[in-house]
């Protein structure tokens, strides 16, 4: 069974904090992929990476980066924290012939 | 630009009825169409649809693919409480990325 591992399930982080969301996975997989879900917005891509050390920007990076220096480990980095950035955020490997998605528990962060 | 858009957004039922939930497509290099169910956690995979007309099924639920008319449908026979969720509806292409719908929600009354 595919396992997808998020660091924290909540987190409340002050205005200009650095926050790191981490996630790790225990399938050798090649493809990690942070998204962030807002309500009547849907799941909306922030980065993905293919393998070690390469990242890719998905629709909205603006405001974090990532860092996967280690095949089974993808983080996903706020630089300074800003309120509109408090969401349910979501790793995810994808898996099989259809692209599958495989999901951590998700995070949910609240930026005050 | 690639889009997945699902109808309706929101849904309310009484338990024991069947529900239709319809999700459409325009996306490049289509490689599959899965539904996901998501409740107060991260989405669970219910489906994945690669062919037109093939009829995929658990238990009451049921989902199949028109890759003509680009869309397909969620159908969910004798609803429960617990069928209470959002059903996502995504689209995978050949290059791994996903295109996701917004989600309907559906609210089952008892």
């Known amino acids: 069974d595919v396992k997808v591992t998020q660091s924290s399930r909540y987190l409340v982080k002050r205005t200009g904090e650095k926050v790191f969301l981490e996630c790790v996975q225990d399938?050798?997989?090649?493809?990690m992929f942070w998204y962030r879900q807002d309500p009547g917005l849907g799941l909306r891509l922030i980065y993905f990476?293919?393998?070690?050390?390469?990242?890719e920007k998905g629709d909205i990076p603006e405001g974090y980066s990532v860092s996967r220096e280690k095949k089974e480990r993808f983080s996903l980095i706020l630089e300074s924290a800003s309120t509109n950035q408090t969401s349910m955020y979501l790793c995810a490997i994808l898996r099989g012939l259809g692209a599958e998605a495989f999901f951590g528990q998700g995070t949910r962060l609240t930026v005050v | 630009e690639d889009k997945v858009v699902q109808s309706p957004l929101s849904l309310v039922v009484h338990e024991g009825d069947t529900v239709t939930l319809n999700c459409s497509y325009e996306?490049?290099?289509?490689?599959?169409l899965l539904w996901y169910k998501q409740e107060k956690k991260a989405p669970t995979f219910l489906f994945m649809l690669t062919s037109s007309g093939i009829e995929k099924k658990s238990g009451r639920l049921s989902s199949i693919l028109d890759k003509k008319e680009l869309f397909s449908i969620l159908n969910i026979t004798a609803t429960q409480t617990g069928d209470s969720a959002v059903y996502l509806c995504a689209v995978s292409k050949s290059n791994y990325q996903l295109i996701w719908g917004a989600g309907t929600k559906l609210i089952i009354k008892p």
């Open positions: 996306v490049t290099n289509f490689r599959s």
């Open positions: 990476s293919y393998d070690v050390k390469m990242k």
């Open positions: 399938m050798d997989h090649e493809n």
